[in-house]
């Protein structure tokens, strides 16, 4: 090695830099003789074009979505980050295990934002495999096209053998600049929600279920002062497959009879999407990046930063729609598997969109108990598929809005997995009733967390020591998110030990569903997947519902733990989860 | 006005001190709301009215300044600002301390407190009271409630046709001869808005309206020889910047 400074040296000084707020640093060229890729990025304001129609947007290497990183796992890379905007930047590794200064947060692990002009050069080990993303970490700067994807080739040959690879990065683009929709959000409760009940759907209602039962549902509402067609805060989108609007149509070509492997990325800013493949089954391998035992379904619900892979096996010569549309169903992001460039499918036909239930907002009354019982469509949206739903976070139907934080011991219970029922079967698909109804067509099969186990048997796990309660808190009308009831730099953080194994248990307690993301470490996601937890950076945690992970504090830094609906986290919906080192405990 | 907000921003900027952190969770905001701003027929002769508030702060701390007025016949029948420290006090509801100045019949200053938020079936509430600087402890009481009647029958996703009913009722506890104010219920206005809501930038209404003096003001304005009610239909435009 002829490099002057240890790859730990020249870390270490990176980090030095980053705490001393110098963010340039210029080892030389030397220092890079064994880093196995270098790569250049710059950050810059730019026009992009989404089917036909030219918008602001700020991007990373000049396109949106930014450059495939396309790494290996054990090599190390160094990429060079230069900002031409404006204002400070950073670029986080979503997913990725590494050293918290590397994580591009600004303001944790003594990270500092890159400022105008400057360069900062990342630097790390890549120790993991899998579909991973990268976007920017600063307020206003994601939604506006910071994104891009990760691909890591595993340091082992696979056992998942496929003759194609394709990323399929979602997002939604949106022509107002990010800092106006924030704006809008914060003046006026539902501002972008277009499709709050009206008069007429009362009536409707009048008809369908009659005056009494219509009644007790609007007086239900009205006392909560809550509105059960809240699924999205924000619309206007075009929603994009890497890039390309529906219009667009992004094409993956396949010769028939090949295996096709699709890496969903879910870069949206505020969309969850439920994706089909109409005619095609797709087997999941893989979630949040890392491999999971095959499940065959027909559909999926992917939360923002969520990844999931899948394998489809085409064999007639004909093409197929990739559709996935978000769930407050005001358009869709569309592209097309096919065996020529020009060909299309069929666009499947819209699906409705659901209203929420008394379910959603963790008041159907006995929880899961009651999972065969009446009340049709109502108590089952409640512990169907998606979230973990360990069954509402509060069985007690008086609780009001406001629920109790009292640690109900049964909650991280992880019935979840169990004999759930599919709820396409039970409801009506015109009229879908429950955040978890997808509008699953009858006979096909939407994949639930339930059914993600990891690929690695764990069967001597430790428990945890304890249980970190992290209530999912917000305030609507104000446009005010939080964790406790604090918003980020209101709270104090989560502290725990290097080594120690914790449970944390998201209770959310809005009507919104929340898809948190801790960096720097995964998540075995309580699923009741027994000794196969699935390792996850994000977990979907639906309305009204509890959903428990664990996790072994293996890595020391100051991580960002917030929800990934990126207005959410700017409003306050973020804290910071501290792994203190395990010698400075002892020694104190 | 602008001074003004420009001195409660300053005044503010204190409570926007954060971290240098990547998240602007307790950046300032600033909205103004146009409420009302119509012109029509009554039975008192034409009628102008308007209804303004503007708000600047944090999540925590705010400073609302808001202005109401009405013109009948080119006659000034009402104009006052008031200028509130708002904060929140739960989910529902915000507190207001402030003042209030009246600019008809004689300018007079008022210490103000009270609340607004949304009350369970989302009536919005403003609840106020005063006191006047010659000592005389006033309330008001505004409620209304935005009903969305329908979407466009073009699109699901349209502009939106929403009836609002409200009343505003003001009470005294003494009586203010400048003023012609007696004690006990003074006035009341109650109304009827029709609004299309093409984006809630350009939201234009129709508005019907009755509005009354009440109890002993009343006669006392009946016994000069004044009208004591006026009924009023008026086009207007509500805003949003």
């Known amino acids: 090695m002829t490099s002057p400074l240890s790859r730990r040296d020249s870390l270490k000084l990176v980090a030095a830099a980053g705490m001393a707020g110098v963010v340039t640093v210029y080892p030389g060229r030397q220092s890079f003789a064994n880093a196995h890729r270098v790569q250049d990025l710059a950050v810059e304001a730019t026009r992009i074009t989404v089917d036909g129609t030219q918008t602001n947007a700020l991007t990373i290497g000049g396109t949106v979505p930014g450059p495939l990183l396309h790494w290996r796992e054990g090599e190390e890379v160094v990429i060079r980050v230069t900002n031409r905007l404006s204002e400070p930047t950073s670029i986080h590794w979503h997913g990725l295990l590494l050293a918290g200064v590397m994580d591009g947060a600004p303001g944790f692990n003594g990270y500092e934002a890159i400022q105008p002009g400057q360069t900062y050069t990342y630097r790390f080990q890549i120790r993991q495999a899998g579909t991973y993303w990268y976007h920017s970490h600063s307020a206003a700067q994601e939604q506006a096209g910071m994104y891009g994807a990760i691909v890591i080739e595993p340091a082992r040959p696979e056992p998942v053998r496929v003759t194609r690879d394709y990323v399929v990065l979602l997002s939604d683009h949106s022509p107002e600049a990010p800092n106006a929709i924030f704006r809008n959000l914060r003046n006026r409760e539902g501002y972008y929600n277009r499709g709050q009940r009206t008069f007429v759907d009362f009536m409707r209602d009048v008809r369908r279920n009659g005056w009494g039962a219509t009644m007790a549902d609007r007086k239900a509402w009205g006392e909560m002062r809550m509105d059960p067609t809240d699924l999205a805060d924000v619309t206007g989108y075009s929603f994009l497959v890497n890039g390309r609007g529906p219009q667009d149509n992004k094409t993956f070509l396949f010769t028939p009879g090949e295996r096709v492997r699709l890496r969903f990325i879910n870069a949206s800013a505020m969309s969850i999407y439920d994706v089909a493949i109409p005619d095609l089954r797709m087997t999941v391998i893989s979630a949040d990046g890392l491999p999971v035992m095959p499940v065959p379904v027909d559909e999926f619900r992917i939360g923002v930063g969520e990844t999931y892979d899948v394998v489809v096996n085409p064999t007639e010569a004909r093409a197929f729609t990739i559709m996935s549309e978000p769930l407050d169903r005001s358009g869709y992001a569309r592209a097309t598997l096919a065996p020529r460039e020009g060909m299309e499918a069929p666009i499947p036909p819209r699906r409705p969109r659901t209203v929420l239930t008394m379910a959603d907002m963790g008041m159907a009354h006995g929880g899961m108990a009651m999972g065969g019982s009446g009340m049709a469509g109502m108590d089952h949206s409640g512990m169907a598929m998606g979230g973990v739903g360990t069954g509402p976070a509060a069985a007690n139907p008086h609780a009001g809005h406001a629920m109790p934080g009292a640690p109900a011991p049964a909650a991280a219970d992880p019935h979840a997995g169990h004999a759930m029922p599919s709820t396409s079967a039970m409801a009506d698909p015109n009229n879908p009733l429950g955040w978890e109804q997808a509008g699953t067509p009858a006979g096909k099969r939407a994949l639930r967390y339930a059914d993600l186990r990891s690929t690695r048997a764990r069967p001597n796990a430790p428990q945890p020591s304890r249980d970190i309660i992290l209530r999912l808190t917000g305030q609507m009308g104000r446009y005010s998110w939080s964790l406790n009831d604090r918003r980020f730099g209101m709270e104090e953080g989560i502290r725990v030990r290097e080594g120690d194994r914790v449970r944390i248990r998201f209770m959310n307690e809005t009507m919104m569903a929340h898809p948190m993301h801790l960096h720097g470490m995964f998540m075995e996601m309580e699923n009741g997947a027994g000794d196969r937890l699935p390792y996850k950076h994000v977990v979907l945690v639906r309305p009204g519902a509890e959903a428990s992970v664990l996790l072994t504090a293996d890595e020391v830094g100051d991580w960002p733990l917030h929800c990934h609906l990126l207005y959410h986290m700017e409003a306050g919906m973020m804290t910071r989860f501290i792994v203190e080192p395990a010698r400075v405990a002892s020694a104190g | ?241």
């Open chain 2, 1 to 241: 006005m602008r001074t003004l907000l420009l001195a409660a921003a300053a005044g503010l900027s204190f409570a926007a001190v954060t971290p240098a952190l990547a998240h602007n969770h307790n950046a300032i905001n600033s909205v103004v709301r146009l409420n009302n701003f119509d012109y029509g027929g009554s039975s008192q002769g034409d009628r102008l009215s308007w209804d303004l508030d503007a708000l600047i702060g944090t999540y925590d701390h705010r400073l609302l300044f808001r202005t109401e007025g009405e013109q009948i016949r080119g006659q000034t029948e009402k104009a006052e600002i008031q200028l509130f420290y708002n904060r929140p006090i739960s989910e529902f509801w915000d507190v207001n301390v402030g003042w209030r100045r009246d600019f008809f019949r004689t300018n007079r200053n008022y210490g103000a407190v009270g609340f607004r938020g949304i009350a369970p079936y989302f009536v919005e509430v403003e609840a106020t009271a005063y006191v006047s600087e010659e000592g005389v402890l006033s309330g008001r009481l505004e409620l209304s409630a935005d009903l969305l009647v329908a979407r466009s029958i073009f699109n699901d996703n349209g502009p939106g046709l929403y009836l609002k009913p409200a009343i505003e009722l003001n009470a005294s506890a003494g009586s203010d001869r400048e003023l012609e104010i007696r004690r006990g219920l003074t006035d009341m206005d109650l109304s009827l808005q029709l609004r299309y809501e093409f984006t809630p930038q350009i939201a234009p209404y129709v508005q019907v309206g009755w509005e009354r003096q009440l109890g002993e003001t009343a006669n006392v304005a009946r016994a000069s020889g004044e009208r004591i009610s006026n009924s009023y239909a008026v086009i207007g435009i509500r805003s949003l910047f």
